[in-house]
């Protein structure tokens, strides 16, 4: 017999705005998938303020601070400055490249840290396995390309393909710098289509797949000539920047297939990889294409027949009507019956960034050291998701890492024999160990702190009830309920623990009384993050 308390009526699988019940399961779901980690008062509040209010304020992109530096190897800008737009050295620029590298890598974990109640960092993630490119020898130039991304993480979608079609970061990891007319290189006009716009679709013939044919990429690749990059490692220029030189360009008509409409593409200078690119979004297949992706990303994988006919085309036409808003569609979609199908519940395996971050965001746990001293943490952390197989500035191939597109696994390409045991090995390195270490310094899950923002923390019913709700996507079974509740009372009675905490909250600087709850605490918070439904969102 299916206990009563996880038996749920699925909704309506249709894009009509949702209009069930908006309890705390509704509202974990949806800040499940648009935050890395979100805490029991955020669910709260998320509850309170009721659907649309909570996906209006999801659905904003906050101004952060860009990188700081944080070693005197870095040479050129001062401790906690930003070396964004600095010049630099002459001679060996190594050193400061590395500096940059590892501050780089330091803010992409802060960022992600530090969310707070929006979807940005989310999104961020999505764009830069979208545009997968690898990081630059000029960090500053790296940065932009991420700073790009997230000025347009809800923007309009075409002016976002036609800024990164000549940002410095993409012109060199797709050869766009040496696409020149005596000698074109179609890499970056191969993955326009391919890859960030319409998608090939099923091969008609040789050469020609269902919306685009190999002649569109090498008509692409002559419109795309003349573009290189000035700046890259500069001693006076403060940041790289995409320079047009009309004696590299390619000033023939181009002439692309049937499925842009035998479109000639004259001589436009530098706008004319503009022109090319409002052709190609003149297809209604570029707004399908962009919704599939959205879709795996945000709600599942499993692009059903029923999901085909009745939730894409609703998305691309929104998209559509809304000039390429990716705004609108994300309100629309997490607004939907259908986000909120039970179905969808736990479909998603987390990436090693949600693997990380769930633990740490929910738990409100951020390292609050010196600067240097938390950089070095986040460095720690930035390792701990590379060796699980996603570093954040370096995805694996232009496809991205392979967990968002290689059929059938998808999300479960992120468990395996390896993979697995190291996931469950940092689950109980940040919550039953020290910890990360750095300086004498230890940073590792605040037990107390997430213990102290539940609704009842002196009931240990009430406590198991929220960590289930903010670790799992689905119900919990009245079993293995009680079997955390055991692990947390180490056999005591319940009355022990709430006479345990109240104890406690009268003195929280006695560490006799707040030791022993928040080890109970952390062993719990251990056994959760070994268990196979916290591996899911």
Same mark, same amino acid.
């Given at each position: 017999?299916?206990?009563? #308390?996880?038996?749920?009526?699925?909704?309506?699988?249709?894009?009509?705005?949702?209009?069930?019940?908006?309890?705390?399961?509704?509202?974990?779901?949806?800040?499940?998938?648009?935050?890395?980690?979100?805490?029991?008062?955020?669910?709260?509040?998320?509850?309170?303020?009721?659907?649309?209010?909570?996906?209006?304020?999801?659905?904003?992109?906050?101004?952060?601070?860009?990188?700081?530096?944080?070693?005197?190897?870095?040479?050129?800008?001062? !401790?906690?400055?930003?070396?964004?737009?600095?010049?630099?050295?002459?001679?060996?620029?190594?050193?400061?490249?590395?500096?940059?590298?590892?501050? =780089?890598?330091?803010?992409?974990?802060?960022?992600?840290?530090?969310?707070?109640?929006?979807?940005?960092?989310?999104?961020?993630?999505?764009?830069?396995?979208?545009?997968?490119?690898?990081?630059?020898?000029?960090?500053?130039?790296?940065?932009?390309?991420?700073?790009?991304?997230?000025?347009?993480?809800?923007?309009?979608?075409?002016?976002?393909?036609?800024?990164?079609?000549?940002?410095?970061?993409? =012109? !060199?990891?797709?050869?766009?710098?040496?696409?020149?007319?005596?000698?074109?290189?179609?890499?970056?006009?191969?993955?326009?289509?391919?890859?960030?716009?319409?998608?090939?679709?099923?091969?008609?013939?040789?050469?020609?797949?269902?919306?685009?044919? #190999?002649?569109?990429?090498?008509?692409?690749?002559?419109?795309?000539?003349?573009?290189?990059?000035?700046?890259?490692?500069?001693?006076?220029?403060?940041?790289?920047?995409?320079?047009?030189?009309?004696?590299?360009?390619?000033?023939?008509?181009?002439?692309?297939?049937?499925?842009?409409?035998?479109?000639?593409?004259?001589?436009?200078?530098?706008? #004319?990889?503009?022109?090319?690119?409002?052709?190609?979004?003149?297809?209604?297949?570029?707004?399908?294409?962009?919704?599939?992706?959205?879709?795996?990303?945000?709600?599942?994988?499993?692009?059903?027949?029923?999901? #085909?006919?009745?939730?894409?085309?609703?998305?691309?036409?929104?998209?559509?009507?809304?000039?390429?808003?990716?705004?609108?569609?994300?309100?629309?979609?997490?607004?939907?019956?259908?986000?909120?199908?039970?179905?969808?519940?736990?479909?998603?395996?987390?990436?090693?960034?949600?693997?990380?971050?769930?633990?740490?965001?929910?738990?409100?746990?951020?390292?609050?050291?010196?600067?240097?001293?938390?950089?070095?943490?986040?460095?720690?952390?930035?390792? !701990?998701?590379?060796?699980?197989?996603?570093?954040?500035?370096?995805?694996?191939?232009?496809?991205?890492?392979?967990?968002?597109?290689? =059929?059938?696994?998808?999300?479960?390409?992120?468990?395996?024999?390896?993979?697995?045991?190291?996931?469950?090995?940092?689950?109980?390195?940040?919550?039953?160990?020290?910890?990360?270490?750095?300086?004498?310094?230890?940073?590792?899950?605040?037990?107390?702190?997430?213990?102290?923002?539940?609704?009842?923390?002196?009931?240990?019913?009430?406590?198991?009830?929220?960590?289930?709700?903010?670790?799992?996507?689905?119900?919990?079974?009245?079993?293995?309920?009680?079997?955390?509740?055991?692990?947390?009372?180490?056999?005591?009675?319940?009355?022990?623990?709430?006479?345990?905490?109240?104890?406690?909250?009268?003195?929280?600087?006695?560490?006799?009384?707040?030791?022993?709850?928040?080890?109970?605490?952390?062993?719990?918070?251990?056994?959760?993050?070994?268990?196979?439904?916290?591996?899911?969102?």
């Amino acid at each position: 017999m299916i206990p009563e #308390e996880i038996i749920e009526t699925p909704v309506s699988l249709n894009m009509s705005p949702y209009s069930g019940a908006w309890t705390k399961e509704q509202a974990a779901h949806l800040l499940r998938r648009t935050m890395f980690g979100a805490t029991y008062q955020q669910i709260q509040s998320c509850v309170t303020d009721g659907m649309n209010a909570s996906v209006t304020n999801l659905l904003s992109v906050p101004v952060i601070n860009p990188p700081l530096t944080t070693s005197a190897n870095e040479g050129i800008s001062a !401790f906690n400055t930003t070396w964004v737009n600095s010049v630099y050295p002459s001679g060996d620029t190594l050193p400061t490249e590395n500096a940059r590298v590892y501050s =780089l890598a330091s803010w992409t974990m802060e960022k992600i840290n530090k969310e707070g109640f929006s979807i940005a960092e989310k999104m961020c993630l999505f764009w830069h396995n979208h545009f997968a490119a690898e990081a630059t020898f000029d960090s500053r130039a790296t940065y932009n390309y991420h700073n790009l991304i997230r000025t347009h993480a809800l923007g309009n979608f075409k002016q976002l393909i036609k800024e990164i079609t000549v940002d410095p970061c993409i =012109l !060199f990891f797709l050869n766009g710098v040496s696409n020149q007319s005596f000698s074109p290189n179609e890499n970056y006009a191969r993955e326009l289509l391919e890859l960030y716009t319409i998608g090939k679709g099923p091969l008609i013939s040789t050469g020609d797949y269902t919306n685009y044919k #190999e002649q569109d990429v090498s008509a692409g690749s002559k419109i795309l000539t003349g573009w290189t990059v000035d700046g890259m490692k500069s001693t006076t220029l403060t940041s790289p920047f995409a320079v047009f030189n009309p004696a590299y360009h390619d000033i023939s008509n181009k002439t692309l297939s049937s499925h842009f409409n035998n479109t000639v593409v004259s001589d436009g200078g530098d706008i #004319e990889y503009q022109n090319y690119i409002d052709i190609i979004f003149q297809q209604p297949e570029v707004a399908h294409f962009i919704c599939r992706k959205i879709y795996r990303y945000f709600v599942n994988y499993d692009l059903t027949t029923d999901v #085909e006919t009745n939730v894409i085309p609703i998305l691309a036409q929104t998209l559509i009507d809304n000039n390429y808003s990716i705004l609108s569609v994300m309100q629309q979609l997490l607004t939907s019956e259908h986000f909120y199908d039970i179905s969808l519940k736990g479909t998603i395996i987390k990436n090693p960034c949600e693997l990380l971050f769930s633990m740490l965001n929910t738990s409100q746990s951020s390292p609050n050291y010196d600067l240097a001293t938390n950089y070095e943490m986040y460095l720690n952390i930035y390792s !701990f998701s590379g060796n699980l197989g996603q570093s954040y500035l370096s995805p694996p191939n232009v496809g991205g890492w392979t967990s968002y597109y290689q =059929l059938p696994s998808y999300s479960r390409l992120w468990i395996n024999s390896t993979y697995l045991k190291q996931r469950f090995d940092v689950g109980a390195y940040v919550s039953l160990y020290t910890g990360i270490q750095v300086n004498g310094n230890y940073f590792k899950i605040n037990a107390l702190q997430l213990l102290n923002g539940l609704s009842n923390p002196a009931s240990a019913q009430s406590v198991i009830n929220d960590l289930c709700l903010v670790f799992f996507p689905k119900a919990i079974d009245t079993l293995t309920k009680t079997t955390l509740k055991t692990i947390m009372l180490n056999g005591l009675p319940d009355f022990e623990w709430s006479d345990q905490y109240i104890a406690y909250s009268n003195d929280t600087s006695n560490s006799s009384l707040s030791n022993p709850i928040k080890t109970r605490i952390e062993t719990v918070l251990y056994r959760i993050f070994q268990m196979p439904e916290f591996q899911t969102i």
